[in-house]
């Protein structure tokens, strides 16, 4: 208790996270209780200002929403990584050798999460309409989906929260706690790659180091949750993680780096015109890593876990028919037709007016053309992105597509000239992005993605465009340096040697 003393200082307003700002100045407010501290008016109360709630109850004019926490497994173990490599070497000539290596690891009893608090499934038998047998989480009630499969709205599509909230296997316990994370040793991962140098040491005054790697990368997340690749699967009951086990972020297929001087032979000329020049390259040539949408919008399954978590999850995924290198963003998808609505990226069709996807929601069943008819879909080649039923889960799974690989040659020459024994002048002109390729960021790989138009559910309809980049890799860089990805530069030098 805090007496109050001669100030005129006051409280104005007090929120809570998630609850609206309260400055009635009412009786059991703290801007109240602060004014008129005592014996039986204290300023705070635990149960008249409570942090969390059940999400149904009402107090001092709003609802405390339900918090989220998270556990660790007491049987953690220490996660380790096993390394191998087979190599061998060959010299061809005196001056030219060839690399040749085999290298691979496996992650084992990586760090991973799963809510153990999902909302139990329901099995709703002979709904009628077609719709057959569904199982799927407690959100849905049998005239719900009845209904929205019938008449698909917004009010007939709407998950039941209520019905979420009580199927939560905790919910009797610790009705405040909405999602419960445990960490455990959940994951692993995979690396295989062919790895080849082809080296040359002043063969006729050309100096080269190229590289080549051929590798896929796989796992459960892409950097055990130091930033956000540690992703909560979309169904931690039924499908585990079975679709998260994919291409991770950094996955780079090809990769293919020549690094060369050449030193121009010298011949004796007046004033040293022919002697001393030297020409230096690096080029890059790379494959794109993998990116995917995620729907934070639209809670499918009747779960509630595509949103809300305070850790990263996987979101809904849509289901996608066709061949992934169809959404490959080749120059950012330039040369694509913009759909009906004129949004760049993948082209999105409203309802139901493309054949192809309507077709493929007609073979899943009457929620999923519901559901189409509702967000629309994607269509770009013979492939389509369609969202998952209602009642159920899509079937993509995380990094679904490439992005369109990143492609670089940087120059640079430079001249010696000598100024007796002791003092050297090098004169050097650098050229960064020499052709002057434009290059744009993966849609969501690293900084400069984002993340509206990899939401399926909202890059259509509000133009945005799926899987449509704005930024260059050195844009979207939080350090961006020369050769990142920038419209070409050229600058000039001179080095003092004595």
């Known amino acids: 208790m805090v007496?109050?003393?001669?100030?005129?200082?006051?409280?104005?307003?007090?929120?809570?996270?998630?609850?609206?700002?309260?400055?009635?100045?009412?009786p059991g407010t703290i801007p109240y209780q602060w004014a008129n501290n005592g014996p039986t008016t204290p300023i705070y109360s635990l149960f008249a200002s409570p942090a969390c709630g059940d999400g149904k109850t009402t107090y001092l004019g709003y609802?405390?929403?339900?918090?989220?926490?998270?556990?660790?497994?007491?049987?953690?173990?220490?996660?380790?990584?096993?390394?191998?490599?087979?190599?061998?070497?060959?010299?061809?000539?005196?001056?030219?050798?060839?690399?040749?290596?085999?290298?691979?690891?496996?992650?084992?009893?990586?760090?991973?999460?799963?809510d153990i608090n999902q909302p139990a499934s329901v099995t709703h038998t002979n709904l009628g309409s077609g719709i057959g047998t569904v199982t799927t989480g407690a959100g849905w009630a049998d005239t719900q989906l009845v209904n929205c499969a019938t008449a698909p709205s917004a009010g007939n599509c709407a998950v039941n929260a209520g019905l979420e909230q009580s199927a939560r296997p905790f919910y009797s316990k610790f009705p405040y706690l909405k999602f419960i994370d445990e960490y455990g040793n959940l994951d692993s991962s995979n690396y295989?790659?062919?790895?080849?140098?082809?080296?040359?040491?002043?063969?006729?005054?050309?100096?080269?180091?190229?590289?080549?790697?051929?590798?896929?990368?796989?796992?459960?997340?892409?950097?055990?949750g130091t930033s956000g690749g540690l992703v909560i699967p979309i169904n931690s009951y039924g499908n585990l993680h079975s679709q998260l086990y994919s291409s991770t972020i950094f996955d780079v297929r090809q990769r293919l780096t020549v690094s060369s001087t050449f030193a121009i032979p010298s011949k004796k000329s007046p004033g040293q015109i022919l002697q001393g020049w030297l020409i230096n390259s690096v080029v890059l040539v790379q494959s794109g890593t993998p990116w995917g949408v995620a729907d934070t919008t639209t809670d499918f399954a009747g779960t509630g876990e595509q949103a809300g978590n305070s850790q990263a999850n996987q979101a809904s995924q849509w289901t996608f028919i066709g061949n992934a290198s169809d959404f490959t963003p080749n120059h950012n998808y330039a040369g694509v037709t913009p759909g009906p609505n004129g949004a760049p990226g993948v082209p999105w069709f409203a309802g139901t007016t493309n054949q192809t996807c309507l077709t493929g929601a007609t073979a899943i069943g009457p929620l999923a053309v519901a559901s189409l008819t509702r967000l629309g879909c994607y269509a770009l080649g013979k492939s389509v992105l369609i969202p998952a039923p209602y009642g159920g889960y899509g079937t993509g799974t995380r990094n679904l597509f490439t992005g369109q690989g990143f492609r670089n040659v940087d120059l640079s020459v430079s001249k010696s000239q000598k100024f007796g024994e002791r003092l050297t002048a090098q004169f050097r002109a650098e050229c960064f992005n020499v052709l002057n390729h434009v290059t744009f960021t993966n849609p969501s790989g690293g900084p400069g993605g984002i993340s509206a138009n990899l939401n399926p559910a909202r890059a259509g309809s509000t133009g945005q465009g799926l899987g449509f980049a704005v930024n260059t890799p050195d844009q979207a860089g939080s350090n961006p340096v020369l050769g990142s990805g920038g419209a070409r530069h050229i600058q000039l030098g001179l080095k003092l040697i004595f």
Do not use: E, F
Request: proline share 5%; glycine share 10%.
């Open 192 to 224: 295989h790659a062919l790895q080849a140098v082809l080296t040359a040491r002043n063969y006729h005054g050309l100096s080269l180091t190229t590289g080549y790697t051929y590798s896929h990368a796989l796992g459960y997340s892409s950097d055990q």
């Open 63 to 114: 609802t405390p929403s339900q918090c989220n926490v998270m556990m660790v497994n007491p049987n953690l173990r220490t996660p380790y990584v096993a390394n191998w490599s087979l190599g061998i070497q060959r010299a061809i000539t005196n001056n030219l050798s060839l690399d040749l290596n085999y290298v691979g690891n496996h992650g084992t009893k990586l760090i991973g999460a799963l």
């Open 3 to 26: 007496q109050p003393g001669a100030g005129s200082i006051n409280v104005l307003n007090v929120a809570y996270a998630g609850t609206p700002i309260i400055n009635t100045n009412a």
